[in-house]
């Protein structure tokens, strides 16, 4: 099985800045497509951003140009930039890759890790 842990998250300050880190883990033998989500409460879990192996990105409309995505691909790791937060980015954050392993193809999530931005 291919796990995934977020770290990263916390209480920051409108109009700071947070990196989320995510790394992926097990008999993996490709990841196509890593991303971030996020989660408000009493809201659905949106798209934040994703990005595929070979680093073609796509961002929500609400994080373009504050937010950044980036890979690691022989870590198998995934970071997530994030700029000029406002309060309305404060949510779970999650975690998502894709790809094949030796178990065959997956799609794992990370448990979560919480974002707070507030004064």
């Known amino acids: 099985q291919v796990q995934v842990v977020e770290s990263g998250g916390g209480l920051v300050q409108p109009g700071g800045s947070l990196r989320l880190s995510c790394a992926a883990s097990g008999s993996i033998f490709s990841i196509y497509v890593m991303g971030w989500y996020r989660q408000a409460p009493g809201k659905q879990r949106e798209l934040v951003a994703i990005?595929?192996?070979?680093?073609?990105?796509n961002y929500a409309e609400s994080v373009k140009d504050r937010f950044t995505i980036s890979r690691d691909n022989a870590k198998n790791m995934v970071y997530l930039q994030m700029n000029s937060l406002k309060p309305e980015d404060t949510a779970v954050y999650y975690c998502?890759?894709?790809?094949?392993?030796?178990?065959?193809?997956?799609?794992?999530w990370g448990q979560g890790t919480q974002v707070t931005v507030s004064s």
């Open positions: 990005i595929t192996n070979s680093r073609s990105t």
């Open positions: 998502n890759a894709a790809g094949s392993s030796a178990h065959g193809v997956f799609n794992s």
